[in-house]
């Protein structure tokens, strides 16, 4: 048992920090770098798009090959790789003079980001034994919860007293002091028997999952998942990925043992994550349109709202192992589903002037449930699996987390510019032809063309709330839905709560069953 455990696990959550907030803190400064130079970059709507998919595609597609090499070369040492070149990327995409070196630079700070998450979660299982795991991963998952939250916090806060830069700067001088950190205190380890190398895997794995995501991400951009292109890149994605799966089978020396999703449990495990963050993110899409857009609060105080989700996550992530000791995985998983479930559904209630002390409340519920989600499934995966493949587990729990958190935006963000458009559209009449496509695409398009017209752009705010709204009313029930699959799945296949006899033979048999 590593005697400096609790203060090497600081130090993965300050690494963790900065990688997961930054995926979530440009969302708030997306008016600003939109805005003409010298505010801004002028950077159109598709251009935006592809600053914050950039970064999704390569972290995504990076992901599973960075826990291998982690576990290949060591993990201390791909986390200070990664973390340096996250650092160099952030310096860079806030002096960027343009919207397609922004684009490159979000990519490279991907590239970083890609090994430093798999290897934060692998660290940790070497160093803290399995009785002390389930309490290191409840306070892992509620830094998750709390990067996500203080994202827009911190970006609105930051663009109300310096440049649009700043959101990627502030990252150079959290990078520093976890290096050095990190060179003092974490410890290196590896897989000691890792095996040959597996090449085509590794290409097989990269380019399915590039396909895969660039089609999700491609479809939700058109809100159309019918386009020939978007129909044939997922398609290519799927049969590599397939042909991923064959491969690795008939491999004598395969980099994923497929034979792991065979057990149910650990199945199970990665759809609930995936499931889950399919909702989640969708939601959390919406919800910044509806607070900002909608109820008029600025980036700052939408980020503020966030706050109880957050604290939620700090508060139960690391108590949730108690409550798995009570009642077992499958009780607490399942419930903490149904509560996702309802408090997006409770998103359908909301209109122009609910209270929103309300919206807090949800907000709170919400990370509530996920803390008995992110915590009890996120042990049974990095237990599923020996230690020595601890990169492995963290990089495919991180990766099903991420190809979920992009469909959700992708196809609930399609849902919501589809149900929009419908609501709003008989309402476009009285703009020029030329200008009703246009702002029929987002209630911020509406708003935005509204304002330059003047005192007959103002006849659309009402029609572009209410269009809104209802869209928001639709998408919800959708996430809501999704949710509940993620629940019938746990309530399945997910344990319940051993004998204290039963669950050594559990555990041993689930080693078995892997080995």
């Known amino acids: 048992m590593h005697r400096r455990r609790w203060a090497i696990l600081g130090v993965l959550m300050l690494s963790l920090l900065i990688v997961v907030l930054d995926n979530s803190i440009l969302n708030v400064a997306i008016k600003t770098i939109s805005t003409p130079a010298p505010i801004g970059l002028g950077a159109t709507q598709s251009q935006i798009e592809w600053a914050i998919n950039a970064y999704t595609l390569v972290f995504a597609g990076l992901l599973f090959t960075a826990g291998l090499i982690g576990d290949r070369l060591g993990r201390k040492k791909v986390l200070l790789g990664g973390i340096a070149v996250f650092g160099i990327g952030s310096a860079l995409a806030a002096e960027s003079g343009s919207p397609g070196q922004l684009i490159a630079f979000r990519a490279l700070m991907a590239l970083g980001a890609a090994f430093v998450m798999p290897a934060t979660l692998a660290v940790l299982m070497n160093v803290f034994e399995r009785e002390e795991q389930p309490k290191a991963i409840g306070i892992w998952a509620g830094g998750v919860g709390l990067a996500i939250a203080i994202g827009p916090i911190t970006g609105g806060a930051l663009l109300d007293h310096f440049w649009w830069g700043s959101v990627f700067f502030v990252n150079v001088p959290i990078v520093i002091i976890a290096l050095v950190l990190m060179v003092w205190l974490v410890p290196d380890s590896r897989d000691p028997r890792p095996g040959r190398l597996d090449p085509i895997g590794v290409v097989l794995s990269v380019v399915g999952l590039v396909l895969l995501v660039y089609g999700i991400i491609k479809g939700g951009q058109l809100a159309d998942f019918t386009d020939p292109t978007v129909l044939a890149t997922i398609g290519a994605g799927v049969v590599v990925l397939a042909a991923f799966v064959v491969f690795e089978k008939r491999s004598d020396h395969p980099s994923l043992d497929v034979s792991y999703f065979k057990n149910k449990v650990f199945s199970s495990a990665m759809a609930a994550i995936a499931l889950v963050f399919f909702a989640l993110m969708g939601v959390t899409f919406f919800s910044v349109f509806y607070t900002q857009s909608v109820r008029g609060y600025s980036p700052l105080q939408s980020g503020l709202l966030m706050l109880p989700l957050a604290a939620a996550q700090m508060i139960f992530a690391p108590r949730a192992r108690l409550v798995v000791q009570r009642i077992g995985n499958k009780a607490t998983t399942t419930a903490g589903l149904v509560v996702i479930a309802g408090t997006l559904a409770t998103f359908a209630t909301f209109d122009a002037d609910t209270p929103i002390w309300l919206l807090e409340v949800v907000f709170f519920l919400m990370g509530t449930g996920m803390a008995h989600i992110m915590t009890p499934t996120s042990v049974v995966i990095m237990q599923a699996l020996p230690r020595e493949k601890a990169g492995s587990a963290s990089a495919l729990s991180n990766t099903f987390r991420q190809v979920g958190g992009a469909l959700g935006i992708a196809v609930l963000g399609s849902v919501l510019a589809t149900a929009y458009r419908n609501g709003i559209e008989d309402k476009l009449a009285v703009l020029p032809a030329g200008l009703r496509d246009k702002a029929g695409d987002s209630i911020e398009a509406t708003l935005g063309i509204a304002q330059k017209l003047g005192p007959q752009g103002k ?57």
């Not at 869209?471 to 399945?492: D, K, P, S």
């Open 459 to 515: 006849l659309l705010v009402g029609p572009a709330d209410d269009a809104f709204l209802h869209a928001m009313h639709v998408t919800a029930f959708w996430g809501a839905g999704v949710a509940l699959i993620g629940a019938v799945i746990t309530a399945l296949y997910l344990p319940g709560r051993p004998q204290a006899d039963e669950q050594e033979n559990e555990e041993g048999e689930l080693v078995a069953a892997m080995d």
